[in-house]
């Protein structure tokens, strides 16, 4: 780990390493302790890779008793598709994955899914809105996948080592492979979830994660209490425990209801691909200078920014989260000259359409 006394730069360097430490499986054996309880499916297939690169939203054959060759249709005609397309697509099947998720929804009860770095957040509106990302079958699992435009990160490898620098001799001790993750679901506060940015072994900002206002983050004795617990969590299961970053990293945590303690929902790279939220990066590395020159003095403590008024510029994002991923181009097209109930109706029928009829 680097000197404190050593210059800091707006960003610590990324090598192939330090990138694949953040994957799921390279780091939830080490906390498994501090977060959701999970499963880790590993390898997958190139056939399961071609699949979620594939065009169209369709089910693997036994994912469900549905036709695996059912999707929204882009044609405007009479639902036929024609023949020579449904030739040409192939179709795909995963028995032995399906039987995994049967299992850990088995385990869990409801599970949701991410691959090795990202999770198909901007697809939750797939699934029931009083119960996002639940997945109670393979084929729910295989729909938020295939629904999802954040998952195509963790399927292209020049995406999954943007940014890295190239470095004489580093290589990852293990191929890049991709991997299903299964975690166990329940309803999540999103009041309660924190962003923390971890640098040089040193906390240095806490923000808010979900763009809206809460008016409980106000009370001055509430944000004291929640720092407090933030860095004694940090201190006692984190600090100093991950060599492979370098004390570099980000950590999302969930509060419990009292706000004293928390668990890990997932770790990201201190790099400009992480959202830092309410904070910018030259926020964060003006706070590092600032906790570098008092280290030999009483640190300060991490700064914890919340949105504090419906005024607040961020909270200007109080449109539904990644709304741009939640009108297919169907709906759109077949919207157009209907009122709200005529095109509730038609795109039931649409939808009845695809998953009941073959052929």
Request: with cysteine; glycine share 4%; charged share 30%.
């Amino acid at each position: 780990m680097p000197s404190p006394v050593t210059p800091p730069s707006l960003f610590p360097p990324l090598s192939p390493s330090s990138i694949l430490a953040f994957q799921f499986s390279s780091w939830y054996s080490r906390f498994s302790a501090v977060t959701i309880k999970s499963s880790v499916i590993r390898p997958l297939t190139a056939e399961f890779k071609e699949y979620l690169d594939s065009e169209g939203v369709f089910l693997p054959e036994g994912s469900e008793d549905v036709p695996a060759e059912s999707y929204l249709s882009d044609d405007e005609g009479d639902g036929e598709e024609d023949e020579d397309d449904e030739e040409k697509r192939k179709t795909f099947a995963f028995p032995a994955i399906d039987e995994k998720i049967r299992d850990a929804v088995k385990t869990y009860g409801a599970v949701f899914p991410k691959l090795n770095f990202s999770s198909p957040r901007d697809a939750a509106w797939m699934l029931p809105a009083s119960s996002p990302l639940k997945c109670t079958s393979p084929a729910d699992v295989y729909l938020l996948l295939k629904s999802s435009d954040f998952v195509l990160h963790d399927l292209d490898t020049d995406s999954v080592f943007d940014g890295v620098e190239s470095v004489s001799g580093d290589r990852p001790s293990h191929p890049y492979e991709l991997e299903l993750v299964l975690r166990k679901w329940y309803p999540v506060d999103r009041s309660r979830e924190l962003r923390c940015f971890v640098r040089r072994e040193m906390i240095i900002g806490i923000s808010q994660r979900d763009p809206n206002y809460y008016d409980f983050w106000n009370d001055v004795n509430t944000r004291t209490k929640v720092v407090d617990a933030v860095i004694q969590f940090w201190e006692e299961n984190l600090k100093g425990k991950w060599e492979a970053t370098d004390g570099n990293y980000t950590f999302d945590l969930l509060l419990t209801r009292d706000l004293s303690r928390g668990h890990v929902i997932d770790f990201n790279p201190y790099a400009p691909r992480t959202d830092p939220l309410l904070f910018t990066y030259d926020d964060l590395f003006e706070l590092l200078k600032s906790r570098i020159s008092s280290i030999t003095d009483s640190p300060p403590k991490p700064e914890f920014r919340v949105i504090d008024s419906r005024t607040h510029p961020a909270a200007s994002r109080n449109a539904p989260t990644h709304q741009h991923n939640m009108v297919p181009i169907e709906a759109l097209a077949m919207g157009h000259g209907r009122n709200i109930q005529e095109f509730s109706e038609a795109w039931e029928q649409e939808v009845r359409r695809a998953v009941v009829e073959d052929d």
